[in-house]
DNA sequence: TTTGCATATGAATCGCGGA
DNA sequence: GTCCGCGATTCATATGCAA
């Protein structure tokens, strides 16, 4: 499937604004923004520990699996026990997958997470490979293609769907996803498991001076937009192992992140270091960190008191006036005997374990209901203001 | 999880039409639409060799729950914490999978093919057994859920799907596949590799005396039936080594299918047996493929800006050219410091409490301003074949 | 009878930061 | 590292009761 870019390259600088990793452990700087090309487990055993804060892994297929599969007389094995000679190419393919997915574990951040995409033919393998590894699994999740190759023969159904795998280098629980940011471009509903993405065609497909594609499974860039906006920051470092043709590296530089992509191929990796010449990173506005309810600064309810937008000795009540608690100087709640958070009293009048006080309790305010969250958002916007 | 439902039962006959099959070289007599009661392990054993056409199998999932899970409202989720799906190591949990899928494969005919159905928790690891044992992967096949449980801390993207594998027992080209009735089935398209499917809820759940489900995980019959329909043939023998409460056996019933259960569950079989009981077999001429159910076209802002229909950084203005928004990479929307989805953005712009966001804001396409609800309809009218 | 509101629930590996 | 307390978080269906 190679065409006739390029000829040997040994490491291609793609960015002017390429600049290196702070030192690690290792003394190892990163080169930002650039290809690597050679073997892929040597390039990652150059980069420096816990470096990367994202990898995504588009793995290629193994020929020798393929080919071995082939083989006609896996009908007359009865298998119980394992018969070396017979597996032993799924054996090589996994023992591949094993180094790789080791060398990257090394180069990852402790919370960094990693995405690897495949099909029915290596998924399986990879997945199972990865827990092994000590991977923690967040979410599989299925790129459904809207317009797949239809199955010619009529033997099978159309293969209409590729596999992702996300998961955390361990099972700590910190990495990073942006919920909101996700569930705001889908019609303010949480964003599901299976991804509807057209395949990659036209103008965005490379292709050579013959007008062939240049390479055989080039992913979309919607696909890789939708997993770095995701699951990484603007800054972060994506560490793509198997690049091809860079469209991970591509969508990371409009996307205002900063990439590493190894590849073999030097006429993929010189097809690549042009088109990511060529990209041009959208504004900052429209990539910025988007400000999520979790990462704003902590209010003490006692501030809202203290800056008069609430008094001590008002009462406080839910939506529908079924429950009611008396606000004290201190910043906590009175009711009946019971004095504590807002959070400890609206669960204590519900007789629930748990209550979110900032949305329970309402003051009155204008004869209307108006949930103390609204009072905390005044807060914190002039707070911000004074800042 | 069990309910109060039936007492020790050794073998239960399903249906008084039930017969064996011809001696198979083992000289054993299979016992047709029956459930066998007791370990899945020794009763495949005692089945003859090369006598089904097809296994069904919904094996425990090995899911890793650490702790209990509440809604926002502070209500317990019923998790699957059953003892039948506990695994002490991902190594039990091979060994388990590798035993009964060894013993499965003994019984079934040469051509014979194998469904498996699992989550991320477990389908890479029966998957990777599956092939390293011999059989040859036909399709993965996704059940997208129309109406999965949500994710509910926010943390992930909810879990909308699960996996099936359909493997024949070798890599010999013969199986079943009924490609035209499906393709009839489905407006004279291929069938493709996602299936959109509802939850088993409402009367087909099957409840106790208490009104709580019998089994946590009862599959819809629809999936059952498409996997019947597209890979069986009318007096097929069917086999499912994990019943439950034999969705498996009453779709076989109905479609003229034979079939054999295995369930080591007293409780869940007993349950089968009055359920199986119930059905009555749809007339030949009926047994077509139920139409595809289509999934509802929603189309995620996000999606067009993935399509390039709508550019990030882009202004959004309404109608009038009143008020405007930018358009950020994720699909959220910015109007000073706020980001939100175009709903939220488009009721804040206004001042209102609510506001379609499609049909409110437009683009400049040609000096002219184009809502984006048209935009909306252009990438439908594209992708509508998938939907 | 119909409509609308409140409630129930589904295979789920479901916090985070400061002390 | 652990402990502790704040406070963030849900979608599609089905059912039952009230109006």
Same mark, same amino acid.
């Given at each position: 499937m190679h065409t006739g870019i390029a000829g040997a390259v040994s490491r291609i600088e793609v960015s002017r604004t390429g600049t290196t990793a702070p030192d690690s452990r290792m003394g190892l700087a990163a080169p930002l923004d650039r290809i690597i090309v050679g073997d892929c487990i040597a390039s990652l055993d150059s980069l420096a520990d816990a470096s990367v804060d994202l990898v995504f892994a588009d793995p290629p297929y193994n020929l020798q699996l393929e080919h071995a599969l082939t083989?006609? #007389?896996? *009908?007359l094995v009865d298998a119980v026990d394992d018969d070396w000679d017979k597996f032993a190419s799924f054996g090589e393919y996994d023992a591949f997958t094993r180094r790789w997915l080791t060398a990257c574990r090394r180069v990852m951040k402790p919370d960094a997470a990693l995405w690897v995409i495949g099909s029915y033919h290596n998924i399986f393998r990879v997945g199972a490979i990865l827990q092994d590894l000590g991977f923690w699994i967040l979410n599989d999740i299925v790129w459904r293609k809207a317009n797949p190759m239809p199955n010619f023969r009529g033997r099978r159904f159309t293969n209409a769907h590729e596999t992702l795998i996300w998961a955390t280098? %361990? *099972? %700590?629980?910190?990495y990073t996803f942006h919920y909101e940011a996700l569930k705001g471009g889908n019609d303010d509903l949480q964003m599901r498991s299976d991804w509807f993405i057209p395949l990659?065609? /036209? #103008?965005e497909r490379l292709k050579g001076a013959d007008g062939?594609?240049?390479?055989?499974t080039q992913k979309p860039e919607a696909l890789l937009a939708r997993v770095l906006l995701a699951s990484s920051n603007p800054g972060d470092v994506v560490l793509d192992p198997?690049? /091809?043709? /860079?469209t991970t590296a591509a969508v990371a530089k409009k996307l205002g992140r900063r990439f590493i992509g190894l590849e073999q191929d030097p006429g993929y990796a010189a097809a690549a270091e042009r088109r990511i010449a060529g990209v041009s990173p959208v504004t900052s506005a429209a990539v910025a960190a988007a400000p999520a309810r979790r990462s704003e600064p902590r209010v003490p309810f006692l501030s809202l008191i203290e800056a008069g937008l609430i008094a001590p000795g008002e009462t406080l009540r839910d939506q529908r006036g079924r429950h009611q608690a008396l606000v004290r100087a201190d910043g906590t709640l009175l009711l009946g005997p019971a004095v504590g958070s807002i959070h400890k009293i609206g669960a204590l009048a519900q007789g629930l374990p748990a209550c979110n006080g900032w949305t329970f309790w309402h003051v009155e305010r204008a004869g209307a209901p108006v949930p103390i969250d609204d009072l905390r958002s005044a807060f914190r916007t002039a707070f911000k203001a004074a800042a």
């Open positions: 083989r006609p #007389d896996q *009908s280098r %361990s *099972s %700590s629980k910190r990659c065609t /036209g #103008d062939r594609k240049v390479h055989p198997f690049l /091809g043709t /860079g």
